[in-house]
C-alpha cells in the first residue's frame, strides 16, 4: 500500500515477505518443492527471480543475500548483491549435500552454515570470508581439539549458531555421542525423589539427559573450545561475547522459589579460563548479570545487592553506601526478600541507577559514592526510570534480564505512582525534576522521541488518548483521542474508598463503580471482582464488549443497573482464605455505608487466584446472593502435590508465591486444612457456578471438579461449566462469549430475580 499516492498492490501465492526499505525492494517468497523469490523494485517495478533455492539468508544490513540452490550433481552457493545486482559464487567442491542455517557476520563480511552430505555423514561447519575469499572447514571428527565423545550437532533450526559480536567466533552445538536412551524399560516411568531433574515427563527427562552443549570455533586461530558441559548446562553469552556466565541450580532441589537458587561461573569466551564464581545466588534470570563493558558483575545473594569489580577483584556491596533498603521483605508474599530493581548502566558502565522503594539512586562504582536523584519517599510517590531494558536469551530459550544502558548526559524520564493510584511521568535534566503529569488517572506506554515524550491516559470514564510532552517548550498537548464519540454515552461514577488501619491490615482500599444510570432514590445489586489487588480499576476505560476474557465486563455490568466493587486485599502469612475474607469484612463495612446498595444483592466473582477467594469466603459462613469461581483452588494440599501440564512441581507456588503458605503441608498441615475451602463445603449456602477448562493444567481443573463434587455431596446449590480444549487463560472467542453470557445469566437470576436459564435448571439435557 503507497499511503502517499493512496495506491495498493496485491501478490498472490507467496507465503512472507520481507521489505528492505533502504532499496525500496520487496523480497517475496513461495514454495513449490524448492524456494522460489522474487525480488521487486518498487520503485521501477522491475523483479528478480530466484527460483529452486534450498536455503537462503539475508545479512543484517539486508544488501546481500547467500542462497543455496537445489542440484543433485554438485553443491552451488552464490552471494546476490541487492544494491547492484550482481551474484558471485562461493568457491566449493564438495559431495551432494544440504546446505542450510545460513548465517552473516554482524559486519557482513562472513557467511557460515551447515553442510550435510548426502550419505549422512557427520554436519561440517563453513565459514566463508567474502573479503579474502577464505572458505574455512570445521569436521569435528578430524580435530585433535574436538572432544572424542561429542559430534557437531545436527543442524537444528531452534538451536544457536551464531557469530560472536567481534566477528571473530563462531558459537554452535554439539551433543554426547551415541543418544542417550532412558533405561526405564517398555510400559513404565520411573522417577525416584533424588533426581535432580524434577520434570515429570518422559520426552522432557530424555531431552533434559541429551541437552546440547556448546562450543565456539576462532576463526583467528582455528581453535576450537568446549564452553558448557553437563553440569554448567545453563549459559549466557555477555560482554560483547567475550564473556560466558555459566549456571546451574543442583543443590537447591526441590524447587521451592519461583525463581531458584544457582550457582554461577564467569568464563572467558577467548581463553577458557574461569574469572569468577559464587554460590546460592537469588532470582538467577531476573537480578543477575554483566555490564556492557563487562568490567561489573551484578547478582543478589542473602537479601543484598552486590556488584563485583571484576578489574579490581573487589566486591561491592550497595548497602554500604545506600540508607535505604534495598528489598522489600513480605512474609504475606514470600519467606525471602527481593529486590526493588536495577534501572542500568551508564555509557561508560561505571555509573549504576538502583531503585529502593520509592526512588532513584546514583552509584559511582569506581569512587564508591551514592547520591539520591529524586525525592519520592518525601511525596509518598515511586519513581522508577523509562528504558527498554533488553532480555538476553540463553541457548535454550531462557532469558536473562538486562539493565539498559543509559546516557546521564540526556535527559531522563521517569514514571511515578502512588498508592492512591495516582500516576504520571517526570523528566530529569540537570540536577532537577520536572513533572510532565501527576494526577488521578492512567497514564502509560511511553515513547521517547528527540522532541519529548508520547504516552497514553485514560481513566474510567475516559477512552485511551495520546499525549505529547515537548521537552524544547515544556507544554502538554492532546494529539489523538480515540472512542471520541463515547462522550455522548453517560458514564457513571467512580471512587476510591480507602479505610483506616484496622486489625494490622495496611493498605485495605477499594474502587466502586457506579451504575451507568445510577440513581440515588433506587436501589442496586453489586458484584465484587476478587483478585489479590483490583481497586487500580479506578482509572482504567472498560471497552464495553460482550466477550470479555476474564468472565464480566465492567462496562456492561455497570449499563445492567449493576455497581461493580474491586477491591485490594491485605494478606497474612498461612492465611491466604482467612485474610482474603478478613479484607472483604473490613471493606464491606465502609461499603454498605452507601444505602443504594442493596445488601442482600450482593454476588462474588474471582477467576484463578480470585477464584480460589470466592471458593474460601463462600465456605466461610458468609451469605451473599451468588458467587462465580473460574480456575480457583479447591485444596491447598493436592495443588502441592499436582503437577502441571508440562510436569513441573509447584511447591514453589505454596510456600513461596500466591499460597502465601510457610513451609511444606506435612509441616503446616492445620494451616493447609483451614485455608482449603474442601473442607467447608458444608459451610457453604451460597448459590455458586465453577468453569475451568478441561485442558487447565496451571490450576488443574480436579481443583473445579473436586469442589463440585464435594458441593454435590453437601446438597448444595451449584453448577460446573467444563470447557473442552481451554487451558488456565481461555482462547476461544466462542467459549469467551460462552462464559460471559452465562456468568450473566446466573447473577441476573439471583440477583435480580430474573427467569433460571434452561442450562441451570436441574435434569434439563
Avoid at 498492490?9 to 513449490?32: A, C, N, Q, W
Avoid at 454498605?592 to 471458593?615: K, M
Wanted: with cysteine; glycine share 6%.
Amino acid at each position: 500500500m503507497n499511503l502517499q499516492e493512496d495506491t495498493q498492490s496485491h501478490f498472490e501465492g507467496y507465503i512472507s515477505y520481507t521489505y528492505i526499505p533502504d532499496l525500496h525492494i520487496l523480497l517475496l517468497e513461495s514454495r513449490t518443492g524448492g524456494i522460489n523469490l522474487k525480488l521487486l523494485n518498487l520503485r521501477n517495478e522491475e523483479h528478480q527471480d530466484l527460483n529452486d533455492l534450498e536455503n537462503y539468508a539475508l545479512n543484517g544490513r539486508k544488501t546481500r543475500l547467500v542462497y543455496s540452490l537445489q542440484d543433485t550433481s554438485a553443491p552451488k552457493l552464490e552471494v546476490y548483491d541487492l544494491e547492484t545486482g550482481t551474484r558471485k559464487p562461493i568457491p566449493l567442491k564438495l559431495e551432494p549435500g544440504t546446505h542450510n542455517r545460513f548465517i552473516w557476520s554482524p559486519d557482513s563480511h562472513k557467511i557460515a552454515w551447515y553442510y550435510t552430505p548426502q550419505a549422512n555423514e557427520e554436519p561440517i561447519l563453513f565459514c566463508y570470508n567474502l573479503s579474502d575469499q577464505n572458505l574455512m572447514p570445521f569436521k569435528a571428527s578430524n580435530r585433535a581439539d574436538f572432544p572424542k565423545d561429542k559430534r557437531v550437532m545436527k543442524s537444528f533450526t531452534h538451536k544457536p549458531f551464531t557469530f560472536s559480536k567481534t566477528n571473530d567466533r563462531l558459537f554452535f552445538c554439539t551433543q554426547s555421542i551415541p543418544r542417550r536412551k532412558l533405561a526405564w524399560g517398555s510400559g513404565v516411568e520411573i522417577y525416584r525423589s533424588k533426581d535432580v531433574y524434577e520434570v515429570m515427563n518422559p520426552r522432557y527427562v530424555e531431552a533434559h539427559i541429551n541437552m546440547a552443549d556448546y562450543g565456539v570455533w576462532n576463526l583467528e586461530t582455528n581453535g576450537y573450545q568446549q564452553v558448557t558441559d553437563s553440569l554448567w548446562q545453563t549459559s549466557y553469552l555477555t560482554a560483547n561475547d567475550s564473556l560466558i556466565l555459566l549456571t546451574h541450580s543442583r543443590p537447591y532441589h526441590p524447587r521451592i522459589k519461583l525463581i531458584n537458587d544457582a550457582d554461577i561461573q564467569l568464563q572467558s569466551t577467548l581463553t577458557g579460563d574461569s574469572i569468577f564464581g559464587a554460590t546460592k545466588i537469588e532470582g538467577i534470570t531476573s537480578y543477575t548479570g554483566i555490564e556492557p563493558h563487562g568490567r561489573f558483575m551484578y547478582y543478589y545473594k542473602n537479601g543484598s545487592w552486590l556488584i563485583y569489580d571484576l578489574k579490581q577483584k573487589v566486591e561491592i556491596d550497595l548497602a554500604v553506601y545506600i540508607p535505604t533498603s534495598l528489598s522489600t521483605v513480605d512474609p504475606s508474599q514470600s519467606a525471602f526478600p527481593f529486590p526493588y530493581g536495577l534501572a542500568g548502566f551508564d555509557k561508560t558502565g561505571t555509573q549504576l541507577l538502583v531503585y529502593d522503594q520509592f526512588d532513584i539512586w546514583q552509584v559511582d562504582l569506581i569512587k564508591h559514592q551514592a547520591k539520591r536523584l529524586t525525592q519520592g519517599r518525601e511525596q509518598g510517590r515511586t519513581y522508577r526510570l523509562i528504558t527498554e531494558s533488553k532480555t538476553l536469551q540463553n541457548w535454550e530459550g531462557t532469558s536473562l534480564f538486562t539493565p539498559a544502558v543509559i546516557d546521564l548526559e540526556q535527559p531522563l524520564y521517569l514514571k511515578s505512582n502512588d498508592e492512591a493510584y495516582r500516576s504520571g511521568f517526570a523528566c530529569y535534566a540537570n540536577g532537577k525534576l520536572t513533572d510532565i503529569a501527576f494526577k488521578a488517572s492512567r497514564h502509560y506506554s511511553p515513547k521517547i522521541t528527540d522532541k519529548g515524550l508520547y504516552y497514553l491516559e485514560e481513566d474510567q470514564d475516559l477512552p485511551p488518548r495520546v499525549m505529547f510532552w515537548n521537552s524544547a517548550k515544556t507544554k502538554l498537548k492532546l494529539c489523538y483521542q480515540s472512542n471520541a464519540h463515547y462522550t455522548h454515552f453517560a458514564t457513571g461514577k467512580a471512587e476510591l474508598l480507602q479505610l483506616s488501619n484496622e486489625k494490622q491490615l495496611d493498605n485495605l482500599q477499594a474502587t466502586l463503580l457506579y451504575p451507568f444510570a445510577y440513581d440515588a432514590s433506587k436501589s442496586y445489586p453489586m458484584i465484587i471482582d476478587l483478585y489479590e489487588q483490583k481497586a487500580g480499576a479506578i482509572h482504567h476505560y472498560s471497552v464495553p464488549i460482550l466477550g470479555d476474557r476474564k468472565g464480566v465486563n465492567y462496562a456492561r455490568l455497570r449499563s445492567m443497573g449493576y455497581f461493580v466493587l474491586c477491591p485490594d486485599f491485605t494478606y497474612k502469612s498461612n492465611e491466604p482464605g482467612a485474610s482474603s475474607k478478613q479484607s472483604l469484612d473490613l471493606i464491606l463495612k465502609e461499603v454498605l455505608n452507601n444505602t443504594a446498595i442493596d445488601s442482600s444483592r450482593i454476588g462474588l466473582n474471582g477467576y484463578s487466584f480470585g477464584g480460589y477467594e470466592v471458593n474460601y469466603i463462600v465456605g466461610s459462613g458468609a451469605g451473599f446472593a451468588a458467587a462465580v469461581s473460574g480456575g480457583g483452588l479447591s485444596d491447598l494440599t493436592r495443588k502441592y502435590t499436582t503437577v502441571d501440564g508440562v510436569g513441573n512441581t509447584k511447591f514453589y507456588h505454596l510456600e513461596n508465591y500466591q499460597g502465601r503458605m510457610q513451609g511444606p503441608y506435612y509441616e503446616n498441615q492445620q494451616a493447609y486444612m483451614d485455608n482449603s475451602p474442601i473442607w467447608k463445603v458444608d459451610q457453604v449456602d451460597t448459590p455458586l457456578l465453577l468453569y475451568t477448562g478441561k485442558e487447565d493444567y496451571h490450576v488443574n481443573r480436579n481443583q473445579s471438579i473436586a469442589f463440585y463434587l464435594g458441593l454435590k455431596r453437601a446438597g448444595k446449590e451449584s453448577s460446573l461449566l467444563l470447557y473442552p480444549d481451554q487451558g488456565h487463560a481461555f482462547s476461544n472467542l466462542k467459549a469467551i462469549h460462552d462464559l460471559n453470557d452465562r456468568i450473566l445469566e446466573w447473577f441476573e437470576h439471583y440477583l435480580k430475580g430474573g427467569p433460571k436459564s434452561l442450562w441451570m435448571k436441574a435434569n434439563a439435557y
